[in-house]
């Protein structure tokens, strides 16, 4: 069975929001490469998506942090304002129309969200 990492409380991720998390993730040379993810709520639900937008690999957040539209509904790449599904990482406007955020695997496990299907480097 694949190893689950603890991300945070389920409390800490806004109902309609996304927050951001840079993980270091084990490369096949070995090495530890930087690995931002992010994650979404909808009620009780949870959603985690790669950090780099499908047009050019940017992380969305170009403002630390930043990730949703002015209204709030929408995930938001602030280099070019393509906008995602929050729930489905599909874009539905912008340069990458019709591709999607790659989505990350996520477990809650008594209050706690953990990521798994990735080997993390140790800290
Ligand atoms: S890099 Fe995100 S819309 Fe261009």
Same mark, same amino acid.
């Given at each position: 069975? %694949?190893?689950?990492?603890?991300?945070?409380?389920?409390?800490?991720?806004? %109902?309609?929001?996304?927050?951001?998390?840079?993980?270091?993730?084990?490369?096949?040379?070995?090495?530890?490469?930087?690995?931002?993810?992010?994650?979404?709520?909808?009620?009780?639900?949870?959603?985690?998506?790669?950090?780099?937008?499908?047009?050019?690999?940017?992380?969305?957040?170009?403002?630390?942090?930043?990730?949703?539209?002015?209204e709030g509904?929408?995930?938001?790449?602030?280099?070019?304002?393509?906008?995602?599904?929050? %729930?489905?990482g599909h874009?539905?406007?912008?340069?990458?129309?019709?591709?999607?955020?790659?989505?990350?695997?996520?477990?809650?496990?008594?209050? %706690?969200?953990?990521?798994?299907?990735?080997?993390?480097?140790?800290?």
């Open positions: 069975m %694949d190893e689950l990492y603890v991300i945070c409380r389920t409390d800490e991720i806004e %109902d309609a929001e996304a927050t951001g998390f840079v993980l270091m993730r084990a490369e096949a040379s070995g090495d530890a490469a930087p690995y931002p993810i992010l994650i979404t709520r909808k009620g009780n639900n949870f959603y985690g998506f790669e950090n780099a937008c499908p047009h050019e690999g940017e992380r969305l957040d170009v403002n630390p942090g930043h990730f949703m539209d002015e509904n929408f995930l938001e790449c602030g280099r070019h304002h393509a906008q995602f599904d929050i %729930d489905t874009c539905f406007i912008g340069p990458c129309q019709g591709q999607r955020l790659t989505p990350i695997k996520l477990v809650v496990d008594e209050g %706690d969200v953990c990521l798994t299907g990735v080997l993390l480097a140790e800290e």
